[in-house]
Each structure stands twice: as C-alpha cells, then as structure tokens.
C-alpha cells in the first residue's frame, strides 16, 4: 500500500505578464476547455523554474497561488500548480496572452523528476475546474522564444 504525502513549498519568485495578441489569434473559449496552453521547464540543482503561456479570451485575467502544493506517494512526486482565472473589468475584450513564470527551491529529500500538473479554475459564473495540462517536467511543449504572430 502507498503513503500519499502532500506539503507546500513558497515560491522564490511568481510573476506574471500581459500581452495583447494579434486581433486574428485564433484563443477557444474558455468553456470549451482548450486554452492552448504551453509550458517551458528548466531544473538546476534543487530549483524549478516553470514558464506558462496562456492565451485568454475576453477579458479573462488569471490569479496565481501562494505556494506550490507537491504530493508524493512510493512511486511518483506530483508538483501541483492551481491557477484561477476571473473576469477582469480592468482589461479589454480583445483578450491577451498571460505569461506566467515561477521558481521554486525544492527541498533536499523531494525529487526534482517529478511531473508537472496545472490546473486552472474557470470564473465562478462558468462554474468548475478543469485540466489544462500534465507533463513530465523537462519538457519543452513550446520553444521558448516562439511568439504568437
């Protein structure tokens, strides 16, 4: 039988950037649950570093967490990110590209070969949660220096 074990780890830095697209950039809705995310991760010694770019339509805003949840059992380590979007009055129609970037001192008794897991919360008025995506970390979905055009 495996022990499941969950903690939080602050972060050493969580930042995020707007940026507007291109009025042809072709963003689901959020309701159809294909936000077309992609992800860059790095490791070096005992720190993550995590970029996400997040197309939103509308004016969809997104709220990040205090802390990074991780949980492990005797096989996998499962680093959980939970991001919340909101309906901002603030921003425009048009929608935006959300970058998001993160790092993170992992303690010396947690793997850094665990996997990566974002969840994303729709705004209350669409109800739910739902996956954006899980990957192994490592893996470059997106090259980093690709932007929408």
Known sequence: MSTLSMFEVSFTNLSYEYFALPASYPIQPYNDQELQPATYNQIKD??????????????LGVSLPDTLEIST????????????LNHEESLDENGRLAMISLSVDFPED??????????????????????????????????SNIMPA
């Open 46 to 59: 005992q720190a993550g570093y995590i970029t996400i770019l997040l197309p939103l339509s509308g004016n």
């Open 73 to 84: 059992d005797d096989k996998d380590v499962v680093y959980h990110l939970n991001l919340i």
């Open 110 to 143: 947690v793997s850094t070969e665990g996997k990566w897991q974002v969840m994303v919360s729709a705004p209350a008025d669409a109800g739910g949660e739902f996956r954006m995506f899980s990957n192994k970390r490592g893996k470059v979905m997106m090259d």
